[in-house]
């Protein structure tokens, strides 16, 4: 499957952004002006005024405009698609040709997604690893003091800091500290 790019999803998209009540006409010229003023290369002035003239209707401006991007090439649909997002984001998440990046094996718009925190996986993780430590608090409280067992558990924990997060390391760390001192 090839990669879709920025004038391919604009043609996908456009039906959708042109349909009734998708973009407000404050939305549009936001937009426009964003266009027009942080890219000049983009739309000229002379554009910019055509695409805002409130005599033509909303839908017949953005269709030109979206034309017009098309035909301008890749850089100007690719900066078209950050001013959605900045002045339009709940519609800029709806729109069809992310729907079909989401479904494909491209992560390229979610890819800060894979680093998640710990905190940000949910309740069953937190439950997972708080689960884990109260297993390991009851290993090492209750179990017997034979001489043969308890210094493979030390061990086993003494290395576990390297796994477990640095704020729960200081405390296993201080416990093994303060208990091998009485060995």
């Given at each position: ?149 308890l210094p493979g558990t030390r061990r086993v924990l003494g290395f576990s800091p390297v796994i477990i997060d640095r704020h729960v390391s200081r405390f296993l ?11």
């Open positions: 499957m090839t990669e879709q790019t920025y004038c391919d999803r604009l043609v996908q998209d456009t039906p959708f952004l042109t349909g009734l009540g998708r973009l407000s006409e404050q939305q549009v010229d936001r937009i426009i002006l964003q266009l027009n003023r942080y890219y000049p290369q983009i739309l000229s002035n002379k554009d910019a005024e055509k695409f805002r003239n409130p005599k033509v209707s909303l839908r017949v401006r953005l269709c030109d405009l979206l034309g017009h991007l098309q035909r301008s090439g890749e850089r100007d649909c690719q900066e078209f698609y950050r001013a959605l997002y900045i002045h339009a984001q709940p519609l800029h998440s709806g729109l069809p040709s992310r729907h079909t990046l989401q479904n494909s094996d491209c992560t390229e718009l979610d890819s800060g997604t894979a680093s998640r925190e710990l905190s940000d996986r949910g309740p069953m993780a937190f439950l997972t690893c708080l689960g884990l430590a109260a297993g390991l608090a009851l290993l090492v409280y209750c179990c017997p003091s034979d001489p043969k067992v760390l201080a416990f093994l500290t303060d208990d091998l001192g009485g060995l």
